[in-house]
C-alpha cells in the first residue's frame, strides 16, 4: 500500500490485531480505503468460521479519550444495556465526523461458573459394603 510505514502485529487467543502506520504525507481516508479494499480482496482467503468479520479502524494512537459515558437504568437488566450500547449508541458515535474510535468497556457478558464435588463413592471404587 502506498505510504505505507510499518506493519506489526499481535495475536492473542481468539483476536488478532495488526497495526498499520502510515506516513504524515498519506491522506488517512485514502489509506482507510486501501486497508478496506485489502480485506474485501482476502475475504476468499479468510476463515468462514470466524464469529466476527475482519475490520479496521483509523485511530491515531497518541489521542486520548475525550469523551467516557456511563449507562445505567432502574429498569432494564444489565444485558439489554449492554446490548443497547455496544448495537446501537456506539455505532451511531462512530458514524460522527471526527470520531476515530468508539470502545464499550465494562459489558456483562453471558457465563456460567461450575463446581465439581470431588468426593467419589466406596461405589465408585469397585467397593458396595
Known amino acids: 500500500m502506498a505510504g505505507l510505514d510499518s506493519l506489526n502485529s499481535t495475536s492473542t487467543l481468539g483476536q488478532t490485531q495488526i497495526t ?3 506516513n504524515l504525507s498519506r491522506n488517512i481516508d485514502d489509506a482507510a480505503q486501501d ?3 485489502a480485506i474485501s480482496g482476502a475475504s476468499g482467503q479468510i476463515a468462514t468460521d470466524l464469529p466476527n468479520p ?4 483509523k485511530v491515531n494512537p497518541a489521542d486520548q479519550p475525550i469523551l467516557y459515558l456511563y449507562l445505567d437504568s432502574p429498569t432494564l437488566p444489565l444485558s439489554q444495556v449492554d ?9 451511531k458515535l462512530s458514524t460522527i465526523n471526527g470520531v ?3 470502545a464499550v468497556y ?3 457478558k453471558k457465563s456460567m461458573r461450575l463446581e465439581f464435588n470431588s468426593i ?7 467397593k458396595l459394603g
Open 83 to 91: 446490548n443497547y450500547a455496544e448495537t446501537y449508541l456506539a455505532q
Open 35 to 37: 486497508v478496506q479494499a
Open 100 to 102: 476515530a474510535q468508539v
Open 54 to 57: 475482519p475490520t479496521y479502524s
Open 20 to 22: 498499520l502506520q502510515f
Open 106 to 108: 465494562g459489558s456483562q
Open 120 to 126: 467419589r463413592s466406596n461405589w465408585q471404587h469397585g
